[in-house]
């Protein structure tokens, strides 16, 4: 059983930067895939981002491509979603999600195969 912590949300104006973070425990990260989802009011919940285990590969929602990186850190449990140039359509809750896998180096883009998920921070961009 892995529990997942978000943190780093809050209230940022367009073209600013939030920094999120996923701590995990109950079992080392390295054995997962994680990701970002978004889930903004009355919509789907979506990909954001992707990090392979060994985290030499990412992958990005179109929109976010060039201004989101996600990042980890295996010896800190921790992954990171860095958010910069946001706008407002970037308003949402933010969940963090792992994934446990053999498989190294893909990225994992569907929600339905993750098993573990954080509760959520919420960022907003106002205009």
């Known amino acids: 059983q892995v529990q997942l912590v978000e943190a780093g949300g809050g209230l940022v104006q367009a073209g600013g930067s939030l920094t999120l973070s996923c701590v995990a425990s109950?079992?080392?990260?390295?054995?997962?895939?994680m990701g970002w989802f978004r889930q903004a009011s009355g919509k789907e919940r979506e990909f954001v981002a992707g990090?392979?285990?060994?985290?030499?590969?990412?992958d990005y929602l179109d929109s976010v491509k060039f201004r989101f990186r996600i990042s980890r850190d295996n010896d800190k449990n921790t992954v990171y979603l860095q958010m910069n140039s946001l706008r407002s359509e970037d308003t949402a809750v933010y969940y963090c999600?792992?994934?446990?896998?053999?498989?190294?180096?893909?990225?994992?883009?569907?929600?339905?195969?993750?098993?573990?998920w954080g509760q959520g921070t919420r960022v907003t961009v106002s205009s």
């Open positions: 999600a792992a994934d446990r896998t053999t498989t190294l180096s893909a990225v994992n883009v569907d929600a339905n195969l993750y098993d573990y």
């Open positions: 109950g079992h080392t990260l390295s054995d997962y895939r």
């Open positions: 990090i392979s285990r060994g985290g030499r590969s990412a």
